[in-house]
């Protein structure tokens, strides 16, 4: 966000218009706006200068409804998550052959409990998690290798808590704390 001059209020950006048109198109998806509706709305989001009048487009709109569970498959290949990404309350990641990486170290977490489930016929699996989070396998059953994860001592307070489960055939599942 721009930092406005003094006494003027802050501009909206492109992602904050990008944001209001998907609540729109949804509301009229879903039925909860006429077309009519839809169409005043959009040309208020689309021509309004400050985040007071794109409230006021988006006003009477039910609540956004936040992912809850998301699902990431292949049957072969890779499956690489890294950067900056928003990771749901609930993962499933499904591959029948090929290598899994998710990389949490820099991911936006918005949940205290994050449930990732594995099911993975070969191939490895690599998990980073933040420097404090508390993490745990217990749902998680192998076929050939054991896991490969030591826990931070003594954990950090604060951080979220992921818990790993589902099956993996052949291969390992490797978890690492991010090092910043």
């Known amino acids: 966000m721009t930092t406005p001059p003094e006494g003027r209020p802050p501009l909206i950006t492109e992602d904050d218009r990008d944001t209001a048109v998907r609540r729109l198109q ?7 706006i006429s077309h009519d509706d839809l169409d005043e709305r959009l040309h208020q989001v689309l021509t309004v200068p400050t985040h007071s009048e794109l409230t006021a487009a988006l006003a009477a709109l039910p609540a956004e409804k936040a992912a809850t569970t998301s699902t990431i498959a292949a049957a072969g290949g890779r499956i690489r998550r890294r950067g900056v990404w928003r990771v749901p309350r609930s993962l499933k990641v499904r ?4 290598r899994v990486r ?19 016929g070969t191939g490895r699996a690599k998990i980073t998690v933040p420097r404090d989070a508390i993490v745990d396998i ?10 490969r994860y030591t826990p931070r001592l003594p954990p950090r307070p604060g951080g979220p808590t992921i818990r ?3 099956t993996m055939g ?11």
């Open 26 to 32: 949804e509301a009229y998806a879903e039925g909860h």
């Open 95 to 98: 591959s029948a052959f090929g």
């Open 102 to 120: 998710l990389d949490l170290s820099r991911a936006v977490i918005d949940h205290p409990v994050v449930d990732i489930e594995l099911q993975l």
């Open 138 to 147: 217990e749902g998680l059953r192998t076929g050939w290798k054991d896991s």
């Open 164 to 166: 790993i489960s589902g």
């Open 170 to 180: 052949f291969g390992r599942l490797t978890i690492r704390h991010a090092r910043r």
